[in-house]
């Protein structure tokens, strides 16, 4: 059993940053790929960004070049770095850990994930 816990959400105006921290427990492996999805209302969950047992990372391109996700094994925390926020990455940020150890390419679709957290609020205002 895995627990995912995140923080670090809030409001910001656009152009500011964010950074989310997912805090793991359970199993607690650096061989599975770690995720951050989220979800704006009236909208379907959406991949963010993925990073992998080999350092390898993975972003959805609409927030590539702003958003950085990273791991430090050692405190089972798994981080988001957001820059240059626009009101349309208002949504609720959740993280997720793979159901496999080692896979290859990156998971980018939520089914491929079996662990959630409850989910962090981000609200850019304009």
């Known amino acids: 059993q895995v627990q995912l816990v995140e923080s670090g959400g809030g409001l910001v105006q656009a152009g500011g940053s964010l950074r989310l921290s997912c805090a793991a427990s359970?199993?607690?492996?650096?061989?599975?790929?770690m995720g951050w999805f989220r979800q704006a209302p009236g909208k379907e969950r959406e991949f963010v960004a993925a990073?992998?047992?080999?350092?390898?990372?993975i972003y959805a391109d609409s927030v590539k070049g702003r958003f950085t996700i990273s791991r430090d094994d050692a405190k089972n925390t798994v981080y988001l770095q957001m820059h240059s926020l626009k009101p349309e990455d208002t949504a609720v940020y959740s993280c997720?850990?793979?159901?496999?150890?080692?896979?290859?390419?990156?998971?980018?679709?939520?089914?491929?994930?079996?662990?959630w957290g409850q989910g962090t609020q981000v609200t850019v205002s304009s």
């Open positions: 997720a850990a793979d159901k496999f150890p080692r896979r290859l390419p990156l998971p980018t679709t939520a089914n491929e994930y079996d662990y």
């Open positions: 990073c992998g047992w080999t350092s390898s990372t």
């Open positions: 359970g199993r607690t492996s650096s061989s599975y790929a």
